[in-house]
């Protein structure tokens, strides 16, 4: 499918995620802005990769309203209007109710619903007809296992789907569609990083393909979106996670369940703390 003739914005495009999904739309024929905060040497070389003409670098904090407006102004600037825009750029911290302090709280929701919100509001004007937004999720918000440590992550990508739905009614007049891309356990550096062989063995094992999503396959599912061909879907969150739907089963024996004597996937009535297995984190 050709992107030729479209722009689109990408934050925190420099890497993991958001390099696949420049690369790919790139490849595709799209022009694309590759917004980065701190990784000049990363989106330098993709912008070399597909081309000054084609590509442009713009260093901004996606959190704030002045680097939202730098992203967007630079865009418009150079290309003259915006097609797509992915707010990708985001933060992970594990926390639960009751090791989040008011920081972790604010930064996470600054950075994983505020940013994309307003890049939302302010790239809209600039949107042609028959353009879209990308939103990005996580499986996690649909897994029957909610796990504790994920309270405060899962919460601002909660908020996101909401974000989803509801936008999506107010920018189709525009001609505009909205969508989430949620993905599973992906194989991107910063997934990796501080986990060990076992660790990560085990992880694959929740699959039922048995491995870890590529980022270029959840690129292939932004790609869709990014396109004229989705132009009849709007306002949906798209699970790209190996059909990793329900981890419960597989997951239970990597979980120590305090309090309880057994485990149930359905009713556990006497648990009173959750904690990680230390062979699985």
Avoid at 7 to 28: M, P
Avoid at 166 to 190: C, D, F, H, S, Y
Avoid at 209 to 227: H, K, Q, T
Wanted: glycine share 10%.
């Amino acid at each position: 499918m050709s992107l030729a003739g479209r722009v689109i914005i990408i934050t925190g495009g420099s890497n993991g995620i958001g390099k696949a999904c420049v690369e790919r739309l790139g490849r595709d024929g799209a022009s694309v802005v590759v917004n980065y905060y701190s990784d000049e040497a990363g989106a330098n070389a993709l912008v070399s990769s597909i081309g000054e003409d084609r590509a442009l670098a713009v260093q901004a904090d996606a959190s704030t309203m002045d680097g939202i407006t730098k992203i967007i102004d630079e865009a418009v600037k150079k290309f003259g209007h915006i097609d797509v825009v992915m707010a990708n750029a985001a933060m992970m911290m594990m926390r639960n109710v009751e090791n989040t302090t008011e920081d972790d709280f604010d930064n996470m929701f600054k950075l994983n619903v505020k940013g994309p919100y307003f890049l939302a509001q302010k790239a809209a004007p600039h949107i042609r007809d028959g353009g879209s937004i990308i939103f990005v999720s996580t499986g996690i918000c649909h897994h029957s296992l909610v796990l504790p440590d994920y309270l405060l992550y899962a919460s601002t990508k909660g908020a996101i789907e909401q974000m989803t739905r509801v936008m999506a009614k107010g920018l189709a007049a525009k001609g505009i569609t909205v969508n989430a891309v949620g993905p599973g356990p992906t194989a991107t550096e910063l997934f990796f990083k501080g986990k060990s062989e076992a660790q990560i063995n085990a992880l694959k094992k929740m699959n039922p393909f048995g491995r870890f999503g590529e980022p270029a396959e959840i690129a292939s599912m932004v790609a869709f979106l990014a396109g004229p061909d989705s132009r009849w879907v709007s306002g949906q969150t798209y699970l790209v996670n190996g059909g990793q739907l329900d981890v419960v089963r597989s997951a239970c024996s990597s979980y120590q369940l305090r309090g309880s004597r057994h485990c149930s996937h359905y009713h556990v009535p006497r648990v009173t703390k959750w904690s990680l297995c230390p062979q699985l984190y």
